[in-house]
């Protein structure tokens, strides 16, 4: 959420991509830095460690969300 | 969380601020406007000075805002001026305290305190079980910062602070070096500070290690056989230090171990320099144990856990006997979280009429 902010804050289209687990904690990060609408892409939870092929399902998943979020698409 | 709350009794008042979540699941003192007030004025500094921010809820840390934690906490007055200290410490940007709150490592402030303060502001205990239960200044000055923390820094378990686990140091974690009876100069000043200052240091370190050492001092081998010992705690295959390389650690050499290395020959900066060289592992290990984080195409490279001798913070404390301690960190972040030493100021304290 950090990284989102920060690109965000420079004018780059920015979406942060937050698992379940951390998602609250997305929106306290959000929330404290002021920028509670940053658009975020939800993913399952884990996703680091799951291997390769795990990692592609969840990214063919999201793509298009991940667009349409930088496009400001809800 | 502002603004004064009520209350109808004194129970009701803490199961308020338990229900709320100010607290870190124990009973706290409840910081009425006068227990606060008296805990300010001990500090000698204004109410509305303002320390700096916490992360990671960015929340302002004043000197009222730190009574209140110091009065949650079950400080005495006297303890005040470790606590402000230990808050500047956090605050400090090398401490990369909002990502250090918010990490899923087990990480928690690793208070070490050295100087008159140590009596002071205390007594802070640094002999036998100095990290257990029953030393009321350990124990509350450590939870001060703890609850300042949660309760300025906003860092709530599962939802702002994503430690998997954490470690019972995050309920408490303060020390004093046994600075009388160490065969060592003391730690602040090997840091640059005069003998007669009084500093807290804080780390964020995970729960101490123990490290078994029988040597005796009888040969010159016993004390390679403890450095080697030392090293391998320091080490450690899973710790954060032997993997992402880096940061800060804490030696708290019991007494017979301090005086074996000093027997030896070996100053503050000799056992440094000799944990350093130990503290190392190939990149063909790295890469089997944990090959994300490991780089480097010559497998037979070392890659050292610290980037300078001096990154092992050497002291000592607790009693006689087999067990000296080490205390890996958290050493990521921005500025791989930091050591930070703070002056303690307690001769701005207020001796409070009828304390």
């Known amino acids: 959420m950090r990284d989102g902010i920060a690109a965000a804050r420079l004018g780059v289209p920015a979406v942060s991509l937050v698992t379940d687990d951390f ?24 996703v680091a460690g799951t291997g390769a092929k795990r990692l592609e399902e969840v990214a063919e998943a999201i793509a298009d969300r991940i667009i349409d979020a930088l496009e400001g698409k809800k | 969380m502002s603004g004064v709350l009520t209350a109808e009794s004194e129970a009701d008042a803490l199961e308020h601020l338990h229900a ?12 009425t406007p006068e227990r606060v007030e ?7 500094l204004d109410a509305d000075l303002v320390l700096g921010e916490m992360g990671p809820g960015n929340g302002v840390a004043s000197v009222r805002h730190v ?32 990502e250090m709150q918010a990490t899923t490592h087990c990480t928690a402030p690793l ?10 502001c205390g007594p802070i205990a640094s002999g036998f079980g100095a990290l257990g239960p029953g030393h009321r200044a350990n124990a509350s000055i450590g939870r001060a910062l703890r609850l300042a923390m949660m309760n300025i820094g906003g860092a709530l378990p599962g939802s702002s602070d994503m430690a998997l686990l954490g470690h019972p140091g995050k309920f408490t974690y303060c020390l004093a070096e046994d600075e009388e009876h160490s065969p060592l100069p003391p730690l602040h000043v090997a840091l640059g500070f005069e003998a007669e200052d009084s500093v807290v240091t804080v780390i964020g370190a995970e729960a101490p290690h123990s490290v078994l050492s029988s040597a005796t001092g009888d040969t010159a081998a016993d004390a390679e056989g403890l450095l080697e010992a030392l090293a391998a705690g320091l080490a450690g295959l899973a710790t954060n230090n032997a993997i992402l390389t880096g940061g800060c650690a804490v030696v708290v050499l019991n007494p017979d171990h301090a005086h074996i290395l000093t027997a030896a020959g070996l100053d503050r900066a000799g056992i440094q320099a000799r944990l350093y060289e130990r503290a ?5 290990t790295l890469k089997r144990v944990a ?34 301690m080490v205390m890996p960190s958290w050493c990521a ?10 002056r303690i100021e307690s001769d701005q304290f207020c001796a409070l009429p009828g304390a």
């Open chain 1, 23 to 46: 998602w609250p904690q997305g929106d306290f990060v959000a929330s404290s830095l002021g920028m509670p609408d940053l658009p975020r892409v939800r993913l399952p939870h884990p």
């Open chain 2, 280 to 284: 190392a592992h190939s990149v063909g």
């Open chain 2, 67 to 98: 009574a209140i934690a110091a009065v949650m906490a079950g400080c005495l007055p006297d303890y005040m001026p470790v606590v402000i200290a230990a808050v500047q410490a956090v605050i400090d940007p090398r401490f990369d305290l909002t």
């Open chain 2, 291 to 324: 090959p994300a984080f490991a780089r480097g195409k010559d497998d037979s490279a070392l890659r050292y856990c610290f980037q300078a001798p001096e990154d092992i913070l050497v002291l000592m404390a607790g009693g006689s006997g087999l067990y000296s």
């Open chain 2, 38 to 44: 008296r805990m300010q004025l001990a500090s000698g």
């Open chain 2, 111 to 120: 208070i070490l305190v050295n100087g008159p303060a140590r009596h002071d």
């Open chain 2, 333 to 342: 972040g921005p500025h791989r979280n930091r050591a930070v030493s703070v």
């Open chain 2, 20 to 31: 709320l979540g100010c607290t870190d699941g124990l009973p706290v003192v409840v910081p």
